[in-house]
């Protein structure tokens, strides 16, 4: 499965953005990690493709929304009331089967190419 993410760019505090992310076959589970400059990828929301289950980090909740496109194979992430410390390159990440360790970039197997997102405060 190949996944290619779109979107992204700049912003300022307070702003909107969206990335998203299409699959090219069927997958279980699509997630979205963030890398900052210096820190380690850090996961940001997951959406499971069957029920739509959603799940989010906790510095993203109430912010960020997770959704999909079951007819596109595409994966939304919308970004409101963003925050320079959500400046980062983000990811996104599948695999075929839903894990409970959704928050585990380890047990991701297909992975797109990074889109960058800046906050400017």
């Known amino acids: 499965v190949q996944l290619q993410a779109s979107g992204g760019g700049l912003a300022q505090a307070g702003d909107s953005l969206r990335v998203s992310c299409t699959a090219s076959?069927?997958?279980?589970?699509m997630a979205w990690f963030r890398q900052a400059r210096g820190k380690e990828r850090a996961f940001v929301a997951a959406?499971?493709?069957?029920?739509?289950?959603?799940r989010y980090a906790d510095s993203v909740r109430g912010r960020f929304t997770i959704s999909r496109d079951s007819a596109k194979l595409t994966v939304n992430l919308q970004m409101n009331s963003l925050k320079p410390e959500d400046t980062a390159v983000y990811y996104c990440?599948?695999?075929?089967?839903?894990?409970?360790?959704?928050?585990?970039?380890?047990?991701?197997?297909?992975w797109g190419q990074g889109t960058l997102v800046t906050v400017s405060s």
């Open positions: 990440a599948a695999r075929p089967v839903y894990n409970v360790q959704y928050w585990n970039s380890e047990h991701y197997n297909f």
């Open positions: 076959g069927r997958i279980g589970v």
């Open positions: 959406i499971r493709w069957g029920d739509g289950n959603t």
